[in-house]
């Protein structure tokens, strides 16, 4: 693939940097193009694979697996932000963090999932997503989740709003659901395999949202349900430990859309805390009186 800067993807529909200073601007506008094109790419190279189903598998833990495709979008994604970014730091996944192309660091993070839904994927289950976001001074400036199998994309750009682009369609503008209510809310969540260390902390607080909520679903890829939710698709989300590289993208997408991300106490820790809360107000607040018991200390 082409080392050049790619076309941005309808950018002129998603972006509005009048509200943000002229650097972060800068800085803002070229990667967001890349993000897109990275995210439109992971979908080609997911798509691919899926339909190959000849995976490699390495267990990290408990049923948590990572597979050679998983690695070659991260190495892949790396590449191209070292060919264009050089000295821009990447957290990935697989990866680690590591400041790309040899250069000083550049203040610039890419926070990125290349295949959240991993499990899903090994059994052919069509709900996976590619999600990238991108951190500039400590905060989240744009955020991108591809979800391969429904030819969405979808991006959010802080203070320019969350954006759904499907194939050649003019790009719609996300907006959350006007739920007001857990009890008639769907709610999507996570919930570790019964073998995992961390499930019997987990399960108190899943039941709990269970018993007053009208609907959960656990699909298995917590970064597009964040898209989900921003989308107006389900109303709201919990997840007592996810990792920084499957909310970064997700929370602004939530945010830029009119809802409210926050951790269990209704604070805005949820990065550094994993305890995320997502929704429309009125349902993450509902959520954060169910949840506030679970919250673990600041």
């Known amino acids: 693939m082409s080392d050049t800067m790619p076309p941005s993807i309808s950018l002129r ?65 790396a590449t191209r932000i070292a060919q264009l970014f050089p000295g821009d730091t990447l957290l990935g996944e697989e990866g680690g963090e590591r400041v790309l192309g040899g250069r000083t660091a550049s203040g610039v993070r890419w926070i ?22 991108i951190e500039i001074n400590g905060s989240i400036h744009a955020g991108v989740i591809g979800a391969p199998l429904q030819d969405e994309l979808f991006v959010a750009v802080r203070n320019g709003g969350a ?18 209510s857990l009890e008639r809310a769907l709610i999507g969540s ?34 597009l349900d964040l898209a989900q939710v921003a989308a107006g698709r389900m109303d709201g989300f919990f997840v007592m430990s996810l990792s920084s590289w499957d909310a970064a993208a997700g929370s602004l997408l939530v945010t830029e859309a009119g809802g409210v991300v926050c951790d269990f ?7 550094r805390t994993n305890q995320v809360i997502a929704g429309t107000p009125a349902v993450s607040k509902a959520l954060v009186r169910v949840l506030t018991e679970y919250a673990v200390s600041q």
Request: proline residues 4%.
């Open 112 to 133: 990125v999932d290349p295949l959240d839904g991993t499990y899903n994927f090994i059994h052919g289950f069509p709900y996976v997503a590619c999600s990238i976001a």
């Open 265 to 271: 106490s209704g604070g805005g820790e949820f990065l």
């Open 13 to 77: 529909y998603c972006l509005d940097m009048s509200t943000i200073t002229q650097a972060v601007s800068n800085l803002v506008k070229p990667r967001i193009s890349l993000a897109q094109a990275l995210a439109g790419e992971s979908n080609e190279m997911i798509r691919s694979a899926m339909a190959r189903r000849d995976h490699v598998l390495n267990e990290k833990s408990a049923n948590d697996f990572a597979t050679d495709t998983d690695a070659a979008i991260e190495s892949h994604i």
């Open 163 to 180: 954006w759904l682009h499907r194939g050649a369609a003019t790009p719609q503008r996300l907006s959350v659901s006007d739920c007001n």
């Open 190 to 223: 996570v919930l570790p395999s019964a073998s995992a260390t961390s499930f019997d902390r987990v399960l108190p607080a899943w039941t709990a949202v269970a018993r007053g909520a009208g609907s959960i679903r656990r699909t298995g890829a917590a970064a």
